[in-house]
């Protein structure tokens, strides 16, 4: 084999299977970072949201006080759901966005390969 043949071999197998697992890694990596972020901000707000009622439940006195909380609570769990329903449209784009490069990668390979082996 004459070192042109053995260059053009490296050369098809780089771009064939080297370069696309590279670039569904690629794809992979950054899809669970803005997943795992997504999902570390929610965690947060919502840890922020109980522990704020907590304390607001530690200053009950009275009935007013009372009243106060229980209001609060209410709001509180709204934002919640509104936030929760925020959350999910968010992991939904990133879910479809990446099904969408995902596809678009496979259909490149393919493309690669039938033009590799005309």
Same mark, same amino acid.
């Given at each position: 084999?004459?070192? *042109?043949?053995?260059?053009?071999?490296?050369?098809?197998?780089?771009?064939?299977?080297?370069?696309?697992?590279?670039?569904?890694?690629?794809?992979?990596?950054?899809?669970?970072?803005?997943?795992?972020?997504? %999902?570390?901000? *929610?965690?947060?707000?919502? +840890?922020?949201?109980?522990?704020? %009622?907590?304390?607001?439940?530690?200053?009950?006195?009275?009935?007013?006080?009372?009243?106060?909380?229980? *209001? !609060?609570?209410?709001?509180? !769990? %709204?934002?919640?759901?509104?936030?929760?329903?925020?959350? *999910?449209?968010?992991?939904?784009?990133? !879910?479809?966005?990446?099904?969408?490069?995902? %596809?678009?990668?496979?259909?490149?390979?393919?493309?690669?390969?039938? +033009?590799?082996?005309?």
């Amino acid at each position: 084999m004459s070192k *042109a043949t053995t260059q053009q071999a490296t050369e098809q197998f780089e771009s064939l299977f080297v370069a696309p697992a590279r670039n569904v890694g690629a794809l992979n990596l950054d899809y669970t970072e803005k997943l795992v972020a997504a %999902q570390f901000d *929610a965690v947060r707000a919502l +840890t922020d949201m109980g522990l704020a %009622q907590a304390r607001g439940w530690l200053d009950v006195r009275d009935a007013d006080s009372l009243k106060s909380v229980v *209001a !609060s609570q209410q709001k509180a !769990s %709204q934002d919640m759901g509104e936030r929760l329903r925020g959350d *999910a449209e968010k992991i939904m784009s990133l !879910s479809q966005e990446y099904a969408q490069k995902s %596809q678009k990668l496979a259909e490149d390979g393919v493309k690669a390969a039938t +033009t590799a082996t005309k």
